[in-house]
């Protein structure tokens, strides 16, 4: 299933939701590139941020948990390991805090929302409603 995800992803989300040109320059861009868009090494080394984990994965991989985000709220947390989680936690923070206005860099800023938002949503496993107090509580 996971590979069909990513042949969608590939095939036609991405064409269809994301501007050519924006993902023809994000594509080759790793995490510690993005981390590097946001925030200067002295930056990166005071925050104590190992920005050489952030090589791991590349932007590609970004759009790809976001929609399985999409696809499967917060069950989509099963299949992205627990540092790259953290990792995109960081750059959305960054990224919001972020006064500049390049383009791209506003383009990157959106994504990382769109993927906080996705990824932070109402519990979708284990939860009870309360219809009296109109609440859901995760189990």
């Known amino acids: 299933m996971l590979f069909h995800l990513k042949e969608l992803v590939r095939l036609r989300m991405i064409?269809?939701?994301?501007?050519?040109?924006?993902?023809?320059?994000a594509e080759?861009?790793?995490?510690?590139?993005?981390?590097?868009?946001?925030?200067?090494?002295?930056?990166?080394?005071?925050?104590?941020?190992?920005?050489?984990?952030?090589?791991?994965w590349f932007f590609g991989g970004v759009l790809l948990d976001l929609y399985k985000f999409q696809s499967a709220d917060e069950l989509a947390k099963k299949d992205i390991p627990k540092e790259r989680l953290r990792q995109y936690h960081i750059l959305e923070e960054l990224f919001q805090k972020s006064k500049s206005q390049d383009p791209f860099v506003l383009q990157l800023k959106?994504?990382?929302?769109?993927?906080?938002?996705?990824?932070?949503g109402d519990p979708t496993d284990h939860?009870?409603?309360?219809?009296?107090?109109q609440e859901i509580k995760r189990l």
């Open 15 to 25: 064409p269809d939701d994301w501007p050519r040109d924006f993902i023809e320059k």
């Open 28 to 56: 080759k861009l790793n995490g510690e590139d993005l981390l590097l868009l946001v925030q200067n090494k002295n930056q990166i080394k005071e925050r104590k941020i190992d920005s050489k984990a952030f090589q791991k």
């Open 110 to 120: 959106s994504v990382f929302k769109i993927l906080s938002l996705l990824s932070n």
């Open 127 to 133: 939860f009870e409603i309360d219809l009296k107090k």
